[in-house]
């Protein structure tokens, strides 16, 4: 639980989230994604999330595309889906390879719409625009 916490905070600095990708931190982020409890989870794709904000780390997470989506839809807990799609949506930021590589998972996008639809139903009628 706590390794994937210490590489989120070591992510937040552009120097060491560089050198944390290229130690392989992405690959390790996501073997512990794996893992059947969604604290990991959790703080994994939180961890993510920061890593993405580097171009060599996107391009190392777009690898892994498949497995983010799955995360965004995590059937259980809302807070995996929260934090694996903030990471997807840092990992597309200004990547035009993981934007087209989102376009080859046959119902990716739709699948992602529905969150949005899932979203729209808890939030009181009066504050959608």
């Not at 939180?46 to 171009?55: C, G, I």
């Not at 930021?93 to 969150?115: D, I, K």
Request: with cysteine; glycine share 6%.
């Amino acid at each position: 639980r706590c390794s994937a916490l210490i590489l989120g905070n070591v992510a937040q600095n552009d120097l060491s989230r560089e050198r944390a990708g290229s130690e392989g931190a992405v690959e390790a982020l996501f073997l512990l994604s794996e893992n059947d409890d969604d604290e990991v989870r959790v703080n994994a794709m939180w961890a993510m999330s920061n890593l993405a904000w580097n171009a060599a780390n996107q391009e190392r997470i777009g690898k892994f595309l498949p497995q983010l989506l799955e995360l965004c839809c995590h059937p259980t807990n809302e807070m995996v889906r929260q934090n694996a799609t903030m990471a997807l949506a840092n990992s597309l930021f200004y990547h035009e390879g993981n934007r087209r590589r989102m376009g080859w998972h046959v119902g990716a996008l739709s699948r992602l719409v529905s969150l949005t639809s899932d979203i729209s139903a808890k939030v009181p009628s009066d504050r959608l625009w």
